[in-house]
């Protein structure tokens, strides 16, 4: 396997950017679970920049989800205002770093270190998750006001359903997935079709962030949202794609260190009770319910099956991918929305 010596990129990318202030050390503080890296640099002087590193996908959709991200930071409205981290930028644009050198290709980002106030507690009983949908609902509300003055998108759910599509045919895909080739095709146009059908050309796209665990943000002491971080899985897309992951924050269950992606969650009372706030403030729409198991059949293509190595270790991906095929895959045939709809009146 190829050593990559990532600290020595990250000290490139910051002479790059700023060759007047010297690094005095990199600090590695990524998430063990995950092969994504995160640093924090210290500069001569003491003064911190957070770096992250990425290596997958493509160059220039790595470059556009920053640049937007940077945009929707600077554009959302109080209380909202300083949510997200701001990309450090030189020249008027958000300073983006590419190291290529034979086989290695990646890509690194500066942001300023963002604040953190609480986090959660690990299990929330009903007055957390009541409150927790009140604010996301707030805050999806915020991020779809921005929408109309962000920089144009071009990933979408469809070309990511087709770069799954095309992998299958190369070697690597051959080699990772040949024994479930069948199976992901037919999930594949299963989505593809449920996507015309409920959404394509009649729901709105907003900014979503997807991952949305517990670890991923900071609240108040009375549970407003303080602040963002980790932006992996930022996308413009249906602002559905964040409720499986709200579902697991409100879940019996509760954060988990070893975890599974059930659909379980999305059936919950406990997730009946966000919805039931979200939808008082942001008022959702059948189609985007009935998308709800399609919006979970996308995270699972997408993030488990096509990029599951990229993001988790290889112990995780190999039994996040596994589940996918025994259990969570074939377990959305046996979900239904008509008790969500009821609940919601819809």
């Known amino acids: 396997?190829?050593?990559i010596n990532y600290p020595a990129i990250v000290q490139q990318a910051w002479a790059a950017f700023d060759p007047s202030r010297p690094v005095q050390d990199?600090?590695?503080?990524?998430?063990?679970?995950?092969?994504?890296?995160?640093?924090?640099?210290?500069?001569?002087?003491?003064?911190?920049?957070?770096?992250?590193?990425?290596f997958f996908g493509?160059?220039?959709?790595?470059?556009d989800d920053h640049r937007i991200i940077h945009a929707l930071a600077n554009n959302l409205l109080y209380p909202f205002e300083n949510v997200l981290a701001k990309s450090l930028m030189k020249n008027g644009q958000?300073?983006?770093?590419?190291?290529?050198?034979?086989?290695?290709?990646?890509?690194?980002?500066?942001?300023?270190?963002?604040r953190t106030l609480d986090r959660m507690p690990r299990r929330l009983d009903e007055t957390h998750i009541r409150k927790l949908g009140n604010e996301m609902a707030r805050f999806h509300l915020a991020c779809a006001r921005a929408s109309s003055v962000l920089p144009k998108y071009a990933k979408t759910l469809r070309s990511d359903i087709?770069?799954?599509?095309?992998?299958?045919?190369?070697?690597a895909g051959k080699a990772e997935h040949h024994a479930h080739a069948?199976?992901?095709?037919?999930?594949?146009?299963?989505?593809l079709e449920n996507r015309q059908k409920l959404?394509?050309?009649?729901?709105?796209?907003?900014?979503?962030?997807?991952?949305?665990?517990?670890?991923?943000?900071?609240?108040?002491?009375?549970?407003k949202l303080f602040s963002r971080w980790d932006y992996d899985w930022f996308r413009i897309s249906y602002r559905?794609?964040?409720?499986?992951?709200?579902?697991?924050?409100?879940?019996?269950?509760?954060?988990?260190?070893?975890?599974?992606?059930?659909?379980?969650?999305?059936?919950?009372?406990?997730?009946?009770?966000?919805?039931?706030?979200?939808?008082?403030?942001?008022?959702?729409?059948?189609?985007?319910?009935?998308?709800?198991?399609e919006a979970y059949r996308f995270f699972i293509l997408n993030y488990v099956i096509k990029y599951g190595r990229y993001f988790f270790n290889d112990t995780y991906a190999s039994k996040l991918q596994q589940e996918a095929f025994d259990i969570y895959l074939p377990s959305i045939e046996q979900f239904s929305v008509e008790p969500i709809l009821a609940r919601l009146g819809l």
């Open 94 to 114: 958000v300073f983006i770093y590419r190291h290529q050198d034979g086989p290695v290709d990646a890509w690194v980002v500066f942001y300023n270190p963002i």
């Open 240 to 293: 559905v794609l964040d409720f499986y992951f709200f579902s697991r924050v409100c879940s019996d269950a509760g954060d988990r260190t070893v975890f599974s992606y059930y659909i379980g969650p999305l059936a919950e009372e406990r997730f009946g009770w966000f919805l039931e706030e979200y939808h008082q403030i942001y008022p959702l729409t059948e189609r985007e319910i009935r998308f709800l198991p």
């Open 58 to 63: 493509k160059f220039e959709q790595f470059k």
């Open 1 to 3: 396997m190829h050593f």
């Open 182 to 191: 069948d199976a992901i095709r037919h999930h594949c146009q299963l989505f």
């Open 26 to 54: 990199v600090n590695d503080i990524s998430a063990l679970v995950s092969t994504n890296h995160v640093f924090r640099i210290t500069l001569d002087g003491g003064d911190h920049v957070i770096a992250k590193l990425s």
């Open 162 to 171: 087709q770069g799954l599509l095309d992998l299958l045919n190369t070697e």
């Open 199 to 223: 959404v394509a050309k009649t729901v709105e796209t907003m900014p979503v962030f997807v991952d949305w665990n517990i670890g991923n943000f900071s609240v108040t002491n009375d549970l």
